[in-house]
C-alpha cells in the first residue's frame, strides 16, 4: 500500500497554512474536512506544519506503530505533555516491564470471568436512565468507571471512584484541544490536573500498601490482587501508576465506543429485534448471557469501531532522526495516525460509511491491515480482550432488556475532539417489555 521509496527521503508535502497559527484554525473548524482534502492533494503522508506529519497510509501506520520504542516514542498518558524524548524512553522502559506483568490480567481467559458482573453494573447504570432522559456518554462512562474499577480493584473500588472521576474531568482539556502549552506554565488547567492526579495516585498507592500489609490473609480476586502476586517485588507507585494507566485507558475511550453503539441501535429497531432473538436464544435455564455466544452482537459491536474508532487519532515520535517510507523525519516530529480515515478508506472498504455488521460474519474477510481500532505493534491496547467482551455483553443486553428511546439521535452529528463520538446523544432506557 505504501508508494515507491525514493532514493534519498524528504519533508512530505503540506498545505502552508497561515504565517502565524499555521494549518490549525482550519483544522479546529473542520478536522476531517481538512484532513480530507489534504489527503486528496498531497497523498497518504503530508505535513500538517514544520513538526507535525499525518499519515494514511495502513502499511506505514503499522510500520510507525511496530517500531514504538525503536526509533518512535509514545506518551504513556494524553495528558502527559512532556517533550523530554530521553525521559519518554526511559518512562516506556519501566511501562513495558509493567504491562508485561500485568498482561495475563487481563487476557482474554481473565476478561471471561467478567460477564456477569458486566451486566449487573449496566443494569444498575441504566435503572436511573429508565424514566428520565440522560447525556448517553456521560451515562456510559459512570458504567465504563465502576466496571474497571471493581475489575481493578474489587471491594476497595469505592474510594478510588472519587478521585478517578475529578481527574478525568481535569484531564479533558487537554484531550480536547490542539493546542499546546507546556506543562510547567501555571495555568489553573494544569494545576487541577497535577492536584486531581495527585490524589487519585495517593488514594491508589494507599490501597496498595494496605493489602501489601494484609498479606496472604486476604485475597483477593481482582487486578491489584493479580499484579501484587506476579510479580511481589513490584514497587508499590508501580502498581500504582500501572493500575492508572488501566483505569484512565478502561473507561473513556470504551466510554465513546458504547456511545457509538447506542447511536446505532436507537436508528435500527429491527437490527435489536435480531440482538434480542440472538440474545433470548442464548441464555437458557436461567443462565446468564456470555459475550462467546452473541456473534451478532460482536459483530456490531466490530462494525462500531471500524466506523467510529474512538482512538480516531494516535501520536508517535520520531526519537532520532529517521525515515518512514520514503519520508525523513527529525527527532520530536510527531506523527499523527488516523485509524478513521483508513477504515472508511474505499480503496480497502467496499461501501466504506455504511454500517454492516454482516462485513464480521463467519467466512468473510476483512482487510485487517486497515482496520486498527485497538491499534497495533508493542503498544497494542492492553484491555482489548475485556473491551471486546464489554462491547458485546452490552449491546446485547441493551437489546435483550431495554428499549432506547433518543429524541436526537438523528440530528446529533461525530465530535472529533478528544475520543471520536456522538456528540450530546440522550436518550431514555425503559426496560423493553418481554
Ligand atoms: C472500545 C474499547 C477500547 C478501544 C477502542 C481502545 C483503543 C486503544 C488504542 C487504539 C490504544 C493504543 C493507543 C496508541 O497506540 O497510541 C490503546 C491503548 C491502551 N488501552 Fe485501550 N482501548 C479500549 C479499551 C480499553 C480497556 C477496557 C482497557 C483497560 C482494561 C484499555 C487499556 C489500555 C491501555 C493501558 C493502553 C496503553 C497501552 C500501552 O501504551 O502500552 N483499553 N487502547
Redesign the pocket.
Known amino acids: 500500500m505504501a508508494r515507491a521509496r525514493r532514493e534519498s527521503p524528504s519533508r512530505p508535502p503540506g498545505p502552508r497554512g497561515h504565517w502565524l497559527t499555521g494549518n490549525t484554525r482550519e483544522y479546529e473548524a473542520d478536522r476531517i474536512g481538512f484532513l480530507r482534502r489534504c489527503h486528496r492533494e498531497y497523498g497518504d503522508v503530508f505535513s500538517f506544519d514544520e513538526q507535525t506529519v499525518f499519515v494514511l497510509d495502513p502499511d506505514l501506520t503499522h510500520e510507525a506503530?511496530a517500531r514504538?520504542g525503536h526509533g518512535f516514542v509514545?506518551?504513556?498518558a494524553p495528558f502527559d505533555m512532556r517533550r523530554d524524548l530521553d525521559q519518554a524512553a526511559a518512562q516506556?522502559a519501566s511501562?513495558?516491564s509493567a504491562?508485561r506483568a500485568?498482561w495475563p490480567g487481563?487476557n482474554r481467559s481473565a476478561a471471561a470471568g467478567t460477564d456477569r458482573r458486566t451486566v449487573e453494573i449496566l443494569d444498575a447504570v441504566l435503572a436511573a436512565g429508565a424514566d428520565r432522559e440522560v447525556d448517553v456518554l456521560t451515562t456510559m462512562r459512570a458504567f465504563?468507571a465502576r466496571?474497571?474499577t471493581e475489575?481493578?480493584f474489587g471491594a476497595d473500588s469505592a474510594a478510588v471512584a472519587g478521585p478517578l472521576h475529578e481527574t478525568t474531568l481535569a484531564t479533558q482539556p487537554f484531550t480536547e484541544s490542539s493546542y499546546e502549552f507546556p506543562a510547567w506554565l501555571p495555568l489553573p488547567r494544569h494545576r487541577r490536573f497535577f492536584r486531581t492526579a495527585g490524589r487519585l495516585s495517593d488514594t491508589m498507592t494507599g490501597i496498595v500498601r494496605q493489602r501489601r500489609a494484609s498479606g496472604a490473609r486476604a485475597p483477593h480476586d481482582d487486578?491489584l490482587g493479580f499484579l501484587i502476586d506476579a510479580d511481589p517485588a513490584m514497587p508499590d507507585d508501580t502498581v500504582a501508576s500501572?493500575l492508572h494507566?488501566?483505569?484512565?485507558?478502561?473507561?473513556g475511550?470504551?466510554a465513546?465506543?458504547?456511545t457509538s453503539i447506542v447511536w446505532e441501535l436507537a436508528r435500527r429497531p429491527r437490527l435489536v429485534d435480531s440482538l434480542r432473538d440472538e440474545a433470548n436464544g442464548s441464555v437458557s435455564d436461567g443462565a446468564s448471557l456470555s459475550a462467546a455466544q452473541l456473534p451478532l452482537a460482536e459483530a456490531v459491536?466490530r462494525e462500531t469501531?471500524r466506523l467510529y474508532?474512538?482512538?480516531w487519532l494516535?501520536?508517535?515520535t520520531a526519537g532520532t532522526a529517521t525515515s518512514l517510507g520514503e519520508w525523513s523525519l527529525d527527532p520530536g516530529d510527531d506523527v499523527l495516525?488516523n485509524?478513521y480515515l483508513i477504515q472508511r478508506d474505499p480503496r480497502w472498504w467496499q461501501r466504506p460509511d455504511e454500517f454492516d455488521p454482516t462485513r464480521w460474519s463467519d467466512g468473510r474477510t476483512v482487510p485487517g491491515p486497515a482496520c486498527?481500532?485497538?491499534?497495533?505493534?508493542?503498544?497494542?491496547?492492553?484491555?482489548?480482550a475485556?473491551?471486546?467482551r464489554?462491547?458485546t455483553l452490552v449491546t446485547s443486553r441493551l437489546a435483550q432488556r431495554f428499549t432506547i428511546w433518543s429524541p436526537n439521535a438523528s440530528s446529533v452529528a461525530l465530535e472529533f475532539v478528544g475520543r471520536l463520538a456522538p456528540a450530546g446523544l440522550r436518550a431514555r432506557f425503559p426496560l423493553a417489555r418481554q
Open positions: 506503530l514504538t509514545t506518551e504513556l516506556a511501562w513495558m504491562r500485568v487481563l465504563t466496571a474497571i475489575y481493578c487486578l500501572t494507566s488501566i483505569l484512565m485507558g478502561g473507561h475511550v470504551p465513546a465506543a458504547l459491536a469501531l474508532p474512538p482512538a494516535m501520536t508517535r495516525l485509524a486498527l481500532p485497538f491499534g497495533a505493534g508493542p503498544r497494542v491496547c492492553l484491555g482489548s475485556l473491551a471486546m464489554q462491547l
